[in-house]
C-alpha cells in the first residue's frame, strides 16, 4: 500500500518563487492535513481539510493556500516563497478524530 | 482555544532505567488524545491512543481529565525507544476536526 505519497522529497527555492507541494492519499480518508516541522516548535498545522469541498486554516497559515482537489488529493501553494518557510513539511490523512494518521515522508524545502 | 504542552523538550535516561513523558491538554470538550513517534529517518507514525487503552512497544498512557495529562510510561526502557515522541489532541466541531500535536519531546536512551 502506497498509504500517503508526498512530492518533491527535497526543494530549493529562490525567495519570491512559488511551487506546490503535492500529497496523495490511497485509503479513502476524509481528513487531510498539512504540517510545518520546525526545531523546538514541533508540528504546527498549516491547514486541514475535514472533508471534499471544505478548508479551513490550521495555526500557521499566512503565505500559504491549499486545494482539496478531490478525496485523494490535498495539495500546499507558497505563492511567493520567504526564508521563513524553509522548514519539512509533512501531509497527513485520518478517517476520523478517534482513528490514526498516516503521514507522508515529508517534503524538506529551503528557500534562499 | 485547544493547546497540548510538552514541558520536556530532551529527555535522556539509561537502558532498563523507567521513563515518562509528559504531556497535559486544554479543552474544554471531551479529547481524543494520541501519541506518535518519529524514529530517525522515518515516518511520523502512531504509537498508542487513549480509547483503545493498548500497551505497544511496552508503552501505556493513561488518561487523567482532573489533571489534564496523558503522560506517555514504559518501565524499562530501551536503546530503540530513542526517538522523537509527540502528544496529540483530536477535537472537532460540528463535522470537523483537526488535530493538534505538542512541541515534541526527543528521547535518548544511552546503553
Known amino acids: 500500500n502506497a498509504g500517503v505519497t508526498q512530492t518533491p522529497k527535497f526543494q530549493v527555492l529562490k525567495t519570491g518563487q512559488s511551487m506546490t507541494l503535492q500529497c496523495a492519499q490511497d485509503?479513502?480518508?476524509?481528513?487531510m492535513y498539512w504540517y510545518r516541522q520546525d526545531p523546538g516548535m514541533g508540528l504546527r498545522l498549516i491547514y486541514y481539510?475535514?472533508?471534499?469541498?471544505?478548508?479551513d486554516k490550521g495555526e500557521v497559515p499566512n503565505g500559504y493556500n491549499v486545494s482539496r482537489l478531490n478525496k485523494r488529493e490535498f495539495s500546499l501553494r507558497l505563492e511567493s516563497a520567504a526564508p521563513s518557510q524553509t522548514s519539512v513539511y509533512f501531509c497527513?490523512?485520518?478517517?476520523?478524530?478517534?482513528?490514526?494518521?498516516?503521514f507522508g515522508q515529508g517534503t524538506r524545502l529551503t528557500v534562499v | 482555544a485547544q493547546r497540548v504542552t510538552q514541558p520536556e523538550k530532551l529527555l535522556s535516561v539509561f537502558k532498563g532505567a523507567p521513563v515518562e513523558l509528559k504531556c497535559n491538554y486544554s479543552y474544554s470538550g471531551s479529547p481524543e488524545l494520541f501519541w506518535y513517534v518519529q524514529y530517525s529517518r522515518q515516518r511520523l507514525q502512531l504509537l498508542l491512543r487513549h480509547i483503545s487503552r493498548e500497551s505497544i512497544k511496552g508503552f501505556t498512557a493513561d488518561l487523567n481529565k482532573g489533571e489534564t495529562s496523558f503522560h506517555l510510561k514504559k518501565p524499562f526502557a530501551q536503546e530503540e525507544d530513542s526517538a522523537m515522541y509527540y502528544c496529540?489532541?483530536?477535537?472537532?466541531?460540528?463535522?470537523?476536526?483537526?488535530?493538534?500535536f505538542g512541541k515534541g519531546t526527543l528521547l535518548t536512551v544511552n546503553p
Open positions: 497527513a490523512s485520518a478517517w476520523d478524530r478517534n482513528t490514526e494518521a498516516f
Open positions: 485509503m479513502n480518508h476524509n481528513s
Open positions: 496529540a489532541l483530536s477535537l472537532s466541531g460540528g463535522s470537523n476536526y483537526k488535530l493538534t
Open positions: 481539510s475535514a472533508s471534499e469541498g471544505t478548508t
